[in-house]
């Protein structure tokens, strides 16, 4: 499967599960194509939940080597990492229990004394491994950064509307709602990838899908760049706005 960087790649298939199997086979590819360390930044929601289940079972496991996979996250909630809602409690529960990866090459967003401190320590982290403390289109800091998308087209924790849509120099930013405050990967850090993967199902995500891959920038899936691939996994029910739409092909003619 291959794309230009102006035309996102669309690939559909029936269900839930068959984005998860799709989207699984097609990052062992990447990794195994790829030399030395691999950098995936990983979302949270329950389409990545069932695309983690994949990797760490059966013959996607197998394929991969994990001992060259560096794991970042691409936002978290702002609750502690044995909540429910962590990001980085599923990704362990569902990945991390299964596979070798070497915990030296996980790295999770940690609770600070304060939502700002937190977002603040993750940038000087990803600086860090980086090794500088500027961005440069010609080095990309991930090797893929996996997305979802909301109802309302957030995507990672950038919701429209927000402020952090806007940041340009920041590589980290703090989501302080009321009522959830999150962290997350700005702009400029996921755009800094050799590829950006989309994973969404589900009808009530249609709407938004569409609007996304029609270019409405108030949607913030729709203002997502990467220096490399951009594709989306969806299943059928999430790609049911999208008929007549030129460019779109179906998982079954996908080609590398």
């Known amino acids: 499967m291959s794309q230009s960087r102006s035309q996102p790649l669309i690939d ?12 699984a086979g097609w990052i062992a590819d990447r990794i195994s194509q790829a030399p030395g360390t691999f950098r995936i930044a990983l979302a949270g929601g ?3 939940r069932a695309l983690y289940r994949e990797l760490a079972s059966g013959p996607f496991r197998d394929r991969i080597d994990w001992h060259r996979i560096e794991l970042f996250w691409g936002d978290e909630r702002y609750v502690p990492q044995d909540d429910i809602r962590s990001n980085y409690r599923m990704v362990r529960e569902t990945l991390l229990a299964h596979v070798p990866v070497p915990v030296e090459h996980v790295h999770p967003i940690m609770p600070r004394s304060d939502i700002e401190s937190a977002a603040r320590k993750y940038e000087e982290a990803l600086k ?25 087209g957030h995507t990672a924790s950038l919701f429209p509307g927000d402020s952090a849509l806007e940041e340009r120099t920041r590589w980290v930013s703090a989501v302080p709602h009321e009522t959830e405050p999150r962290i997350t990967l700005t702009y400029p850090a996921i755009q800094s990838s050799r590829a950006v993967a989309f994973l969404v199902t589900g009808v009530e995500k249609s709407e938004a899908v569409r609007r996304a891959l029609e270019g409405d920038l108030i949607l913030p899936a729709a203002r997502v760049q990467s220096e490399g691939d951009i594709i989306w996994f969806l299943d059928r029910a999430a790609a049911s706005r999208l008929k007549g739409a030129a460019g779109f092909v179906s998982g079954s003619e996908c080609r590398d």
């Open 128 to 152: 860090g491994i980086y090794g500088a403390e500027t961005l440069s289109p010609q080095r990309q800091i991930f090797d893929l950064v996996l997305l979802g998308v909301g109802n309302d």
């Open 12 to 23: 559909i298939v029936p269900d839930p599960q068959d984005v998860a199997s799709r989207a």
């Open 46 to 48: 329950n389409t990545p």
